[in-house]
């Protein structure tokens, strides 16, 4: 669990980041998951842009997304999540 301090520190950390999957029409797939499992991997910090054509709200698409392997969601602003989780072998990013 993140404390608000980390949150913020994220938030500015992500600010400059461009989202790296779209959620379309389909939703929220296992593929589109598993790609994000390994996308976390590599990244630790990313965003993820739901489009307007999707049947399910951002909200539910972040609580799923939160719920899979210990997956920090740091905001939902707008259309885009921003999500995060510490990589076992390469960690980059030492939170505050």
Do not use: W
Not at 30 to 38: H, K, P, R, S
Not at 63 to 82: F, L
Request: aromatic share 4%.
């Amino acid at each position: 669990m993140l404390t608000s301090k980390q949150k913020s520190f994220l938030r500015s950390e992500a600010h400059h980041l461009d989202p790296i999957f779209q959620i379309g029409k389909s939703g929220l797939t296992d593929a589109i998951l598993a790609q994000i499992d390994e996308a976390l991997e590599a990244r630790e910090l990313l965003k993820v842009s739901v489009l307007q054509n999707c049947e399910e709200d951002k909200k539910e698409i972040a609580e799923k997304i939160g719920a899979h392997k210990q997956i920090e969601v740091v905001q939902v602003i707008g259309n885009v999540i921003v999500v995060y989780r510490e990589s076992t072998e390469k960690k980059r990013i030492q939170l505050p």
